[in-house]
Structure formats: structure tokens, C-alpha cells
């Protein structure tokens, strides 16, 4: 049973920085694919950051250039640096993954808190 445990959360103010880190534990279904999602209060899930199925990484429009997503295939493990963060990017964030080549995230981890104050 694959399991995704997020870290890296918590309060930071206007313009600060955060790395959020997804480990993907047990095993694995390659080739595979990791992405960063996020749910702000009373607000639909939405998509951050990905992977295309060439590899390359692709992200919201919102986020772009402040933020980027990195993994270690080696660890299992994808990363998100968000930098100059804005109150509007207040979240849960969670990371799921996906089996190529499909499109579909079917797992999904427990989430990480972020809080930009003003």
C-alpha cells in the first residue's frame, strides 16, 4: 500500500518562503507521476504544480515563477520551493500521484497546512 505523507507547512508572512516535501512510502507503480494540488476554505481543490508525461514541469498560472516543483526519483519524493507567497495562496496543500499515462491522481496524501498572514 502506497502512502504519501506531506511536510513542510505552516505560517509564514506576505513574501517569505516555504518548502513543502510529499514522501511517497511502500511501493510504487512505475512510471509514475507526482503533483502538488491545493484547497483554500469553502474554495474547490485546485492544481499547482506537475509533471508531464515528457517530464517537464508545468503549474498554475498564479504560481508561476514563484513557485517550483522538484522530485528526487530516487527518494520518491517531490518537492514544492514557493517563494514570494501572497495571503491568496492560503491552503491546504496536497500532493497525489498518478500512474502513466494517465491523467487521473487516484492517490492523494493527508495535506499540509499554509498560512500567509498580511
Known amino acids: 500500500q502506497v502512502q504519501l505523507v506531506e511536510s513542510g507547512g505552516g505560517l509564514v508572512q506576505a513574501g517569505g518562503s516555504l518548502r513543502l516535501s510529499c514522501a511517497a512510502s511502500g511501493r510504487t507503480f512505475s512510471p509514475y507521476a507526482m503533483a502538488w494540488f491545493r484547497q483554500a476554505p469553502e474554495k474547490e481543490r485546485e492544481f499547482v504544480a506537475g509533471f508531464k508525461n515528457g517530464g517537464s514541469a508545468y503549474y498554475r498560472d498564479s504560481v508561476k515563477i514563484r513557485f517550483t516543483i522538484s522530485s528526487d526519483n530516487a527518494e520518491n519524493t517531490v518537492y514544492l520551493q514557493m517563494n514570494s507567497l501572497k495571503p491568496e495562496d492560503t491552503a491546504v496543500y496536497y500532493c497525489?500521484?498518478?500512474?502513466?499515462?494517465?491523467?487521473?491522481?487516484?492517490?492523494w496524501g493527508q495535506g499540509t497546512q499554509v498560512t500567509v498572514s498580511s
Open positions: 497525489a500521484v498518478r500512474t502513466l499515462p494517465s491523467y487521473e491522481y487516484r492517490l
